[in-house]
Nanobody
Framework: QVQLVESGGGLAQPGGSLRLSCAAS????????MGWYRQAPGKQRELVAV???????NYADSVKGRFTISGDNAKNTVYLQMNSLKPEDTAVYYC????????????WGQGTQVTVSS
């Protein structure tokens, strides 16, 4: 079991920045990968960025060069630094943890709202 608690969402102006945090209830080093997803009204949930336990990262094309995912093993926390925000980044952002053992289990946070508007 992994409990995830997100924070850091809010309102930002276009071109602005926000940093999301996701605190996990266990060592993120032991988690296969952690990621951020987002869901805008009327749209499906989509992958934003993921980071593997070994440190490799992957990003959606729409956020490459603007968003950075990172992890702090000492704090069991994953971050999403979002720069150069655009109105189309507006969505509820969800933290995900995928644990791979005998089975694959996905855990989700409660979501945090990000609104980009002038």
């Amino acid at each position: 079991q992994v409990q995830l608690v997100e924070s850091g969402g809010g309102l930002a102006q276009p071109g602005g920045s926000l940093r999301l945090s996701c605190a996990a209830s266990r060592s993120i080093f032991s988690i296969y990968y952690m990621g951020w997803y987002r869901q805008a009204p009327g749209k499906q949930r989509e992958l934003v960025a993921v980071i593997a336990s070994a440190g490799s990262t992957n990003y959606a094309d729409s956020v490459k060069g603007r968003f950075t995912i990172s992890g702090d093993n000492a704090k069991n926390t994953v971050y999403l630094q979002m720069n150069s925000l655009k109105p189309e980044d507006t969505a509820v952002y969800y933290c995900n943890a995928r644990v791979v053992g005998i089975a694959v289990n996905d855990y989700w946070g409660q979501g945090t709202q990000v609104t980009v508007s002038s």
